[in-house]
């Protein structure tokens, strides 16, 4: 069974930075694509960006040239960078995973990490 565990969360100043990782963990034969989505009280689970097998990636619009999401294939691990903090980007982070193991390709997610902005 493949595990997806973030950590990095916590309280920041607004203006501040976070980093959080999101590590996969079991048997895996490859990860593909894997992405970073949140979640604010009482809204929907947002997408905030994601990256490809190969390196590319794509963000949500809302969080452009503040955040960057990278990854470290040796380690199963993938990382958001989140710079210039604001209020609204308080939420439950989650990271998500297209991974293929011994029972096939499937789609994992974290448990959440908490993120709040706040002075």
């Known amino acids: 069974q493949v595990q997806l565990v973030e950590s990095g969360g916590g309280l920041v100043q607004p203006g501040g930075s976070l980093r959080l990782s999101c590590a996969a963990s079991?048997?895996?034969?490859?990860?593909?694509?894997m992405a970073w989505y949140r979640q604010a009280p009482g809204k929907q689970r947002e997408l905030v960006g994601t990256?490809?097998?190969?390196?590319?990636?794509n963000y949500a619009a809302f969080v452009k040239g503040r955040f960057t999401i990278s990854k470290d294939n040796a380690k199963n691990t993938v990382y958001l960078q989140m710079n210039s903090l604001k209020p609204e980007d308080t939420a439950v982070y989650y990271c998500n995973a297209d991974v293929a193991g011994p029972t096939g390709r499937d789609d994992y997610w974290g448990q959440g990490t908490q993120v709040t902005v706040s002075s």
């Open positions: 990256i490809t097998r190969g390196g590319s990636t």
């Open positions: 079991g048997v895996i034969f490859s990860i593909y694509n």
